[in-house]
């Protein structure tokens, strides 16, 4: 029954009365009435309920992958129609791009403007850092706040660092959550590109059946890495699988051009043209469907908390040249390249990256917290060959030079008066605190503001609030141990009060409803009428056949019917005329059970059969 009702809605949400939609052959309306309630149970259906008691019923999004595993395939073959002509080569890759964002944001800030935005300046600047171009996702059609502000690229950036709960908007600023950041960057790239393409899937396709089949058809398991396929070819093979009983709309083909296009932004697959004009894809890296709810993934974050300095699984490993070059493999973790990124110059980034170590970055490490000293740390744990001499020593002096002399910042604590400053001096909850530098003023070491305050206030001294300029001020962050459930929360996609961008039904606005309909409210008035009209095969007077059979059409349900002695099994659409009265449906054979069979369209009337019984599900019974 989900078959039929995935066809249909994909993962669009709808009301009760429209399952009958979803009816085919000799599936009726009443046998997915009946299923319904079991479908709620396994979890293979969910339902949300509005503000006014309306319920919606919808395929959860994590079960539609699953569900296009079971489709029977119109498989499609390589395309072998001749050369193709590369139009556009996957780019680096979305997960790269998220990771740049990260890296700018630590090191730069990213402060808002009076008016909640972020500024021009750090927008242009984060933008022309990322690989991403408006021009990948322009075609999609998002919609997300302050669209005259953020370019189509960076909105789609901020909205999975949104979502993930990696970028988290305060008051005067944008900040980086170290717990959730060190979660991420521990994660395998192939689970971070599944976690990704999950949230592209889940909010990022339109509210439309034929184009979220048409997305689905894309990653199925006969589109296989390296070969080219046409999209016309995939077109046609969702007719033939009946996800759409018609040729695709010129604007259904064009947003799923728009969608390939991003696609290949996103650095999942190439796009070609053959000699005729016609676009082919070709899968560069096709993302997973499925993401674990308890995995090696998860228990792996879990071991390492326990001992986050020797992970549980290689981390890889790169090259310290004696050019101050250091050359970092594919394999290498995104954990390492975090740290990378705070004490060196990036180069290139590619299949092979280079970083470049100097005294001016390890200057900026020193005041992003990383000392000369932990810098070289970071080169021996973690390079194939060692550290060479002279990186070592011109480490070690750098460390010296560096050492010397330290710029600190430090909080000017003034009193208006002298009687005001003894007051302070003497309380002693500030002793060691604060070190007096006037007969008015004392300054006050960095991070103790708060416990300064705090004594201030029991001392019934009050302190202004603190300008907002100082919310400004960010760190790169040290990432901490990871926890199992901010590695879960992050795999389990709950990202719907965080996100930016819905193209679909915003469904998370609504409360999730557990109810399941009874009987009686799949089919109304069902104990108003006679048991024996659904359990007895019987002749009945022709006024009461009319009636059998205007309660099966209400009730889409099939009618049994003996006719010649044979047992067929009748599902009635049209009933016409009051006591010399017709009725027109599809009449169907019980040898020939398969659901997709279609039955004759057959008029019948009374005295065509000998006996009669209406059809209900068995499930309604189970569930009176």
């Known amino acids: 029954m989900i078959g039929h009702i995935l066809r249909r809605f994909a993962g669009l949400p709808f009301k009760l009365e429209r399952l009958d939609e979803a009816a085919s052959g000799r599936v009726t309306g009443a046998d997915l009435r009946a299923a319904l309630p079991g479908l709620l149970r396994s979890g293979e259906l969910a339902a949300v309920r509005k503000a006014w008691g309306e319920k919606l019923y919808y395929i959860p999004p994590e079960r539609l992958p699953l569900l296009w595993e079971q489709v029977e395939l119109a498989v499609m073959p390589p395309y072998d129609g001749g050369s193709v002509h590369l139009h556009k080569e996957a780019g680096p890759g979305l997960v790269l791009d998220l990771f740049r964002a990260l890296t700018w944001i630590a090191r730069n800030g990213l402060p808002m403007t009076s008016k909640g935005t972020i500024h021009q300046k750090s927008v242009g600047k984060l933008t022309a850092y990322l690989y991403l171009q408006d021009r990948d996702v322009a075609g999609l059609g998002l919609r997300y706040p302050h669209q005259e502000v953020y370019p189509p690229g960076l909105a789609v950036v901020l909205d999975l660092l949104q979502s993930l709960g990696l970028l988290t908007k305060e008051r005067a600023l944008w900040g980086l959550d170290s717990s959730r950041l060190t979660a991420w960057l521990d994660l395998e790239p192939e689970i971070m590109e599944a976690v990704l393409f999950r949230e592209l899937l889940h909010r990022y396709v ?45 604007r259904v083909t064009e947003w799923i051009e728009s969608w390939v296009d991003a696609l290949s932004g996103f650095g999942w697959l190439d796009i070609g043209k053959n000699s005729k004009g016609s676009t082919l894809v070709r899968w560069r890296r096709k993302p997973q469907h499925e993401l674990p709810e308890k995995t090696a993934e ?100 750098w460390a010296g030079e560096m050492g010397r002399i330290v710029l600190e910042e430090k909080l000017l604590l003034r009193c208006r008066d002298e009687e005001a400053a003894e007051t302070v001096a003497a309380l002693p909850a500030l002793a060691g605190v604060l070190e007096r530098i006037g007969p008015r003023d004392f300054i006050v070491d960095a991070g103790q503001d708060a416990k300064v305050r705090r004594a201030l206030e029991e001392a019934n001294l009050s302190l202004p609030k603190p300008r907002t300029a100082g919310a400004s001020v960010h760190e790169y962050p040290k990432l901490e141990k990871p926890g199992l459930t901010t590695v879960s929360d992050l795999l389990s996609g709950k990202s719907e009060e965080r996100a930016w961008i819905f193209s679909g039904q915003n469904l998370h606005f609504y409360d999730r409803s557990d109810e399941v309909p009874g009987a009686e409210q799949l089919f109304a008035g069902l104990n108003d009428i006679p048991v024996m009209w659904r359990s007895e095969m019987r002749d009945y007077h022709a006024s009461t056949a009319r009636k059998m059979m205007s309660q099966a059409i209400a009730w889409k349900t099939k009618v049994s019917l003996r006719i010649d002695g044979t047992i067929m099994e009748f599902i009635p659409i049209t009933l016409t005329g009051e006591e010399k009265w017709t009725v027109q449906g599809h009449l169907f054979s019980q040898v020939d059970g398969r659901d997709g069979v279609q039955g004759n369209l057959t008029e019948l009337g009374p005295g065509q059969w000998e006996s009669m019984r209406l059809m209900l599900p068995e499930m309604v019974a189970g569930n009176e």
Request: hydrophobic fraction near 40%.
């Open 298 to 397: 998860v228990d792996h974050i879990e071991d390492t908390a326990a001992n986050y300095e020797e992970p549980a699984r290689p981390s890889g490993v790169f090259f310290v040249q004696p050019d101050y070059e250091i050359l970092v493999p594919p394999d290498v973790s995104y954990r390492i390249r975090w740290e990378l990124e705070a004490c060196c110059d990036n180069q290139t980034m590619d299949a092979m990256s280079v970083y470049r170590i100097s005294k001016s970055s390890v200057a900026r490490a020193a005041e992003l917290g990383r000392t000369p000293d932990v810098v070289l740390e970071l080169l021996k744990a973690h390079s194939a060959t060692g550290v060479p001499e002279n990186v070592s020593l011109a480490l070690e002096q």
């Open 206 to 250: 339109p509210d439309e059946a034929v184009i979220q089949h048409a997305v689905y058809r894309l990653t199925q398991r006969d589109f296989r890495e390296g070969n080219w396929y046409a999209l016309k070819d995939m077109y046609a093979s969702l007719q033939t699988m009946g996800m759409t009983s018609e040729d695709l709309p010129d």
